[in-house]
């Protein structure tokens, strides 16, 4: 059976992530990435959740409560901060960003283009070699557009040399559909 981008995103994570290291949640949201992310590394790793809603934040630790976590460190900010944060002699093991707003909001705060190519630029830098970073890409709201168009600008300019980068996306769906961007660092 062909996967749907979020099971897809996740199968891409647990391919690669490993027990102990460090990773990133760039829009932790309600926490179901946060919390994949940090099963997969668990006691001995760290999960550095980011989002820049209360209510995010909230909705996150409430599910990261019920699963009994305490190896995530959830970050009332935004992502391009990451440097201020995830101490700089720390490398990635593996990232996610799921663009776009938070389900059930009003949808008047969403992730915007630039910030969101900073962070990206940021994160690749510090992957470890053969770790991802795994992006959703949502397009069908207000401002989404612009966002997929910068971020697939920028992700389409790196060095192959440096960074091999996928796209995942059902191309018979109406109404633009979300698709996976994976960026392996592998040299
Ligand atoms: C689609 S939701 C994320 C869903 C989440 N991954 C989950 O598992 O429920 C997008 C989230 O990005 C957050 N966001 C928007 N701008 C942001 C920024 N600059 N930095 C971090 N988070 C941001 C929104 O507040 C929203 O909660």
């Given at each position: 059976m062909v996967l749907k981008v979020i099971p897809f995103a996740h199968e891409l994570l647990k391919q690669t992530v490993r027990e102990g290291d460090i990773v990133i949640d760039a829009t932790c949201g309600k926490g179901h990435d946060t919390l994949l992310l940090s099963q997969l590394v668990k006691e001995k790793g760290r999960v550095f959740a980011f989002d820049v809603q209360e209510d995010a934040i909230r909705q996150t630790n409430e599910q990261l409560k019920q699963y009994g976590v305490s190896n995530t460190t959830l970050i009332l900010?935004?992502?391009?901060k990451i440097n201020e944060y995830v101490p700089s002699d720390y490398l990635i093991g593996g990232a996610i960003f799921n663009l776009g707003y938070l389900p059930g909001?009003?949808?008047?705060?969403i992730t915007q283009p630039e910030s969101t190519v900073q962070a990206i630029q940021q994160i690749i830098t510090r992957l470890?070699?053969?770790?991802l970073l795994v992006i959703v890409v949502?397009?069908?709201?207000?401002?989404g557009e612009e966002e997929k168009e910068a971020v697939l600008q920028f992700v389409q300019t790196l060095s192959q040399k440096e960074y091999a980068v996928l796209q995942y996306g059902?191309?018979?769906?109406?109404?633009s559909p979300p698709f996976v961007l994976a960026i392996e660092r592998i040299k």
């Open positions: 900010d935004s992502h391009e909001s009003d949808k008047q705060t470890k070699k053969h770790c949502y397009a069908g709201h207000p401002g059902f191309i018979n769906q109406q109404n």
